[in-house]
């Protein structure tokens, strides 16, 4: 099932189900999406692809993050509560993260995969793990790791 059409089920569900956080954060997601789409539209394209659903998903999911961040630091905890709860639902649609030891492994990988023998190849490691990894991956943390494998190659 597409990642549209199950957040077109999630909603019908928690319709149903009187679940009025996980409607308005489906209906922001969907929104979201549909930005995302009239933007692609105008420069010609066709609706965003899967992967770029779960990029949005995950920016969506790091907003959270940040602002529940904030808010703790500000001694908001009831906003910070709703901003917990938003993102929880919004990881629900995000597929697994990788563990430690798998993303070293695609790290490795992809190094071989794309030749790369320097930091100055890190672009090509980095965009060969984002059209395999995404959604499942933490790209400004791999970055990191990429980057120090690369240097001590």
């Known amino acids: ?33 549909k930005d995302k789409d009239i933007e692609a539209r105008g420069g010609g394209k066709e609706p965003i ?17 940040e602002s529940i961040a904030i808010y703790d630091s500000n001694a908001r905890p009831e906003l910070a509560a709703a901003e917990r709860e ?15 030891s798998e993303t070293e492994a695609a790290i490795e990988a ?3 995969e794309t030749g790369a023998s320097s930091v ?17 991956m933490d ?4 970055s990191g790791l990429v980057k120090a494998r690369l240097s001590g190659a």
Do not use: N, W
């Open 49 to 65: 692809p899967e992967d770029e659903i779960l990029a949005l998903l995950q920016k969506m999911l790091k907003q959270r993050q």
């Open 86 to 100: 938003e993102a929880a639902i919004i990881q629900g649609f995000l597929p697994q993260p990788l563990g430690e």
């Open 139 to 142: 790209f400004g943390r791999v």
């Open 120 to 136: 100055k190849d890190m672009g090509k490691v980095i965009a060969k793990l984002r059209a395999d990894y995404a959604g499942r």
């Open 110 to 112: 992809a190094v071989a």
């Open 1 to 33: 099932m597409t990642l549209r059409a199950r957040f077109t089920d999630e909603i019908k569900t928690a319709m149903k189900a009187g679940d009025k956080t996980r409607v308005s954060t489906i209906r922001m997601v969907q929104a979201a999406l």
